[in-house]
């Protein structure tokens, strides 16, 4: 029989019998409302890094692939056989990396082309990114916030554009009302007129200022491209930690040397420099917590050890080790732990269950591209943020209990609670 674990469950429930019964409710509301804390802050920072890349992602694509020329000119220089380039990745054997084809959801081909838009002599410049008839518009349909999405035809291009909400309002235009935009090329001035289909916001405010959706073959046209001439490709792929990978193999396995490929991430590294901040801004108020429960914990063991130094004398003079001793508070400890885990757990969870539902939290969206607090569940992370607050406030017990090996049998039995 562990003697130690014996007299801990015979002697702990006389704690609620005496004065100190206060300070263990305070020391299980701490333990509580510290997890709880941290579980709603880790499920908030890691629901604020992937709704936001997900939404850079869904506008962008994972991987885009170009002439290499593109970053060192102004005017729009096309990626020839966009075609074969597409057939050329669908083909590849990506098993070298440990990868198959599934790894890639789409590939998907883009024309960009700087533009002045005129609707009732208000101006707005703009970039116009066009996309293909067969291009995938689940998640852009999440954005809109009045009218729908381009429909295209298979037979001709689409005159339709679909506007950001900051564009509208400045062109002070609606769903439904016509516009003209404006196209420089070789010298020459170029009019296409345009209709409004719908009206999105992402959030990403930057890029919805600058950014409006049409057909890629009326960009074509205007630049006077053949079909198979774009400005890129757009990779979608299925899981967001293979995309380094790929990026790397279709650049050195696939593409020539005047072809060129990155990440969206190294493409516009502010947004993915800000979401690597908050790393450590997570890590920093975690830790900081978890330093406060430990705190608490040691400071509530502490005064356990008082409570029982008559104890102590006793069991030192019938010859129980200082381990053994030691081990009895331990036990303590941990059964506050378990039972302040478990209230934080419900808390914690509730209150993220609660935001999830009904978002009510909210956030300048200007700000932190979100309209509200983001919630992520992630049970991964939940088990190892028990785990981590468990063992690491579990070893800090060590430490507080030790002072029970500094308690002398002599002056512990003169000692009266």
């Known amino acids: 029989m562990d003697i130690s674990k014996y007299i801990a469950q015979k002697t702990f429930t006389a704690f609620n019998k005496s004065l100190i019964r206060n300070i263990i409710r305070i020391s299980i509301i701490n333990i509580a409302l510290s997890l709880a804390v941290m579980i709603v802050a880790a499920a908030t920072f890691e629901g604020f890094q992937k709704q936001i890349a997900q939404k850079v992602f869904g506008f962008w694509g ?28 669908h083909d590849a054997d990506f098993s070298s990396i440990g990868l198959d084809k599934s ?35 689940q998640y852009m349909e999440q954005f809109i916030k009045s009218g729908s999405i381009p429909h295209f035809q298979d037979s001709m291009f689409s005159r339709s554009i679909l506007l950001s909400e900051q564009s509208a309002k ?12 404006h196209f420089i090329i070789n010298g020459n001035q170029i009019k296409r007129k345009l209709k409004v289909c719908g009206i999105y916001r992402t959030g990403l405010e930057e890029y ?62 502010n947004i993915f ?6 790393d450590i801004n997570k890590r920093f108020i975690l830790g900081l917590i978890l330093l406060v429960c430990i705190i608490n914990m040691a400071t509530t063991l502490l005064i356990l050890i008082l409570e029982r130094t008559h104890m102590i004398g006793i069991l030192s003079t019938l010859g129980l080790g ?36 009904w978002k009510f939290i909210k956030l300048s969206e200007a700000d932190y591209y979100l309209d509200h607090a983001p919630i992520s569940f992630n049970p991964t992370l939940l088990i190892f943020l028990n785990l981590v607050f468990f ?8 430490v507080p209990s030790y002072f029970v090996s500094k ?11």
């Open 62 to 89: 994972h991987i885009h692939i170009t002439n290499i020329q593109v970053n060192r000119s102004i005017e729009p220089i096309p990626l020839e056989d966009a075609s074969k380039y597409q057939k050329m990745i």
């Open 103 to 137: 790894s890639i959801r789409d590939i998907e081909k883009f024309v960009i082309l700087p533009g002045l838009v005129d609707h009732n002599n208000l101006f707005q410049g703009m970039f116009l990114k066009g996309v293909d008839p067969h291009f995938d518009w």
């Open 170 to 181: 400045k062109l002070d235009i609606t769903t439904g009302g016509s516009l003209i935009a």
């Open 208 to 269: 919805d200022q600058k950014f409006a959706l049409v057909d890629m073959r009326l960009l074509q046209g205007v630049l006077q491209w053949t079909p198979e001439q774009v400005t890129g490709l757009e990779l979608f792929s299925n899981r967001l930690s293979d995309v380094e990978k790929i990026n790397e193999f279709i650049y050195n396995e696939i593409l020539p040397t005047e072809i060129y490929s990155e990440t969206i991430r190294s493409k516009y590294p």
């Open 273 to 278: 420099e800000w979401l690597s901040l908050q």
């Open 322 to 357: 200082q381990w053994n001793q030691r081990k009895i508070f331990i036990r303590y400890g941990v059964k506050l732990l378990v039972k302040g885990m478990l209230y934080g757990n419900i808390i914690g969870l509730g209150l993220c269950f609660i935001q999830w539902k």
């Open 391 to 398: 063992i690491t406030i579990t070893i800090s017990l060590l």
């Open 407 to 417: 308690i002398r049998p002599v002056n512990a039995l003169k000692f009266r609670a």
